[in-house]
Nanobody
Framework: QVQLVESGGGLVQAGGSLRLSCAASGRTAGIVRIAWFRQAPGRERERVAASTWTGELAAYADSVKGRFAISTDNAKNMVYLQMNSRKPEDTAVYFC????????????WGQGTQVTVSS
């Protein structure tokens, strides 16, 4: 099992930047894919960015493409989400998730960190 702890959330003005961090521990060697999801009140959880544990094959939701960037630091067991040009609609709880299989659902989840973008 993999334990994930997010940090870096907070209040930011529209147009600003913020970087979220996710610290992974436990069986990190078994991670195949890592992702950031978000969930706003009354909305379904959305996957915003994903990559391999080594930071390759990054994929983004259309809503954040060109503004967000996922990266990993395997030496530190860290995952980051750089968020630029923030919009009020980016307000949500952001979750880090890990998948230990090539296909299927993400098995390990963090507790989430709140990000609020003011207009």
């Amino acid at each position: 099992q993999v334990q994930l702890v997010e940090s870096g959330g907070g209040l930011v003005q529209a147009g600003g930047s913020l970087r979220l961090s996710c610290a992974a521990s436990g069986r990190t060697a078994g991670i195949v894919r890592i992702a950031w999801f978000r969930q706003a009140p009354g909305r379904e959880r959305e996957r915003v960015a994903a990559s391999t544990w080594t930071g390759e094959l990054a994929a983004y939701a259309d809503s954040v493409k060109g503004r967000f960037a996922i990266s990993t630091d395997n030496a530190k067991n860290m995952v980051y989400l750089q968020m630029n040009s923030r919009k009020p609609e980016d307000t949500a709880v952001y979750f880090c998730a890990a998948r230990r299989s090539i296909v299927g659902n993400y098995q390990d989840w963090g507790q989430g960190t709140q990000v609020t973008v003011s207009s």
